[in-house]
């Protein structure tokens, strides 16, 4: 039986008493340590790697099991901990290392980013990418509690913070519509501020899907990816954030419900004030905006989602707040609306 609920502990600054500094394994961001080496330093085996995609290859993973396994110098067994300290490529990969290391050593998420705190250290997902594709390997391996801490999370930029709030934006959508109302009602404050008070209740919201549909069989999970869809494409195209690409994708996803007549128009614009009113933009109303072409937006999906063109796409619309609905769309409908929208045009 897999425990997907991991304890959430939340700290002001690195925890002096949670870790057996003498046995587990911290596995961190090397741009992380050079900010904060007082974290390294407590620990005896640290494994120091370079953030990003390339980590998470598949053909680089041996040479790391390699190295790590080369550290120790004490029998390895499975009641060891790895604390991965990083953003979600960091989780990712130490999370798939400790899932296979002795058949699975215990595991603690320290996400650094607010992307990580958010969304990936939570839920269980862990990933490796083959070639260029992502997340092609992996397993469910939830970490046994995450650790969010203050001090790492709130001295990145304000950059880092517009991308954190779309996927907390998302989850607030989908949960009670109290959610929303009450992560909008102070727009003034800064986005880091707005995410850190309402860090543990998109967790929690997060949690509540994944409990429900762990393993992902019964499609609810899938709510998680509102807004992945272009959000995925426009990532690839232009070679921005995830958390951006999300929020844009979001505009989409909101924009498409309400042209459908599944969310009432009175909503979607509550809805796209709300951002307004946070200082959040789609980069449709900006002047420098410029287009893809529709053919690269058919390559880029059908590449993402895996499918042929005659395939049908899980899309997530919104009917309310609260109420995600995920409903199958086929490519040209996909792709009709993204013209439409101005997303992409025909040349
Ligand atoms: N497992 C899941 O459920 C899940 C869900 C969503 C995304 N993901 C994965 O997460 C990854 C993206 O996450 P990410 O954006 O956190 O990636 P990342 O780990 O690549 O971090 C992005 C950048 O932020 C830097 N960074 C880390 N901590 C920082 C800090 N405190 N301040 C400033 N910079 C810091 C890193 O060095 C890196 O340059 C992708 O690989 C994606 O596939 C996984």
Redesign the pocket.
Known sequence: VINFASQLLFYETFPQNLFDFEKDLLII?Q??DQQYPAIAKKFKYVYRVQ???SL?SLTAFAQHVEAVLDLWDQPLSRNHCVVSC???????FSGFLASILKRGLRLVQCP??W??AI??AH?G???LNVKSV??QVGTFYPAESVLLIKE??Q??GPE?AQEGLGELIKVALTDQPSFFHELTKNPELKHEDIIWQNLERAIQAKNKIVLQDPFETKGLRKILNFGHTLGHVIEAHYQV??GESVLQGLYFAIEWSAKCGLLPEAQSKVIFQSFEKMKLQSWLETNQFIPMKLARVQQLVMFDKKITSDAKIDFVFLADFGLAKVMPVTLPEFLSEVHRQGWAVDV
Do not use: I
């Open positions: 961001d741009w992380v953030a990003g995609e998470k990083g953003g979600g490529s960091v989780g990712d650094t980013t992307l990580s969304d990936s839920g997902k862990t990933a992502k997340n790492l999370l001295q990145q880092r954030s995830h």
